[in-house]
Nanobody, 128 residues
Framework: QVRLVESGGGSVQVGGSLRLSCTVSGHNYVALGWFRQAPGKGREGVAAFDTDVRRALYADSVKGRFTISQDNAENMLYLQMDSLKPEDSGNYYC???????????????????????WGQGTQVTASS
C-alpha cells in the first residue's frame, strides 16, 4: 500500500509561485505524478516522475513553469509552480502507480487511469 498526503496549497496572485509537497508512505510504486481538477472539469495530468529512471514529463500547459522533483531520503514529492495563471487553479492531487509497461512511459505518464494510489488533494487558487 502507498499513502499520499498533499500540502502547500493556497491562494496566490497571478504570476506568483507555490510549492506543493506530497508525503509518500510505502514503496510499492515506480512513478509518481501530480494531477489537478478545476470545478466542473475532469482531472488532468500536470507532471509525472519515473522514480526508477528519474525522468520527468510535463503537460504542455505547464512546461517551463512547473517543476516536479522527488526527495527519496525524505520520502517527498514536490511540485514547484511558478508564473501561475488563473487557469492553473484547482484541486491538486498526488498519485502513485505500481507499474509501467515497457515503452509506455511517454504515452501513459499523465493518464490518471494508470495510477493506483491517490491523495486527498490540496487547493490552489491563482487570481489577480
Amino acid at each position: 500500500q502507498v499513502r499520499l498526503v498533499e500540502s502547500g496549497g493556497g491562494s496566490v496572485q497571478v504570476g506568483g509561485s507555490l510549492r506543493l509537497s506530497c508525503t509518500v508512505s510505502g514503496h510499492n510504486y515506480v512513478a509518481l505524478g501530480w494531477f489537478r481538477q478545476a470545478p466542473g472539469k475532469g482531472r488532468e495530468g500536470v507532471a509525472a516522475f519515473d522514480t526508477d529512471v528519474r525522468r520527468a514529463l510535463y503537460a504542455d500547459s505547464v512546461k517551463g513553469r512547473f517543476t516536479i522533483s522527488q526527495d527519496n531520503a525524505e520520502n517527498m514529492l514536490y511540485l514547484q509552480m511558478d508564473s501561475l495563471k488563473p487557469e492553473d487553479s484547482g484541486n491538486y492531487y498526488c498519485a502513485a502507480r505500481r507499474s509501467i509497461r515497457a515503452g509506455r512511459w511517454y504515452a501513459t505518464a499523465l493518464d490518471e487511469h494508470e495510477y493506483n494510489y491517490w491523495g486527498q488533494g490540496t487547493q490552489v487558487t491563482a487570481s489577480s
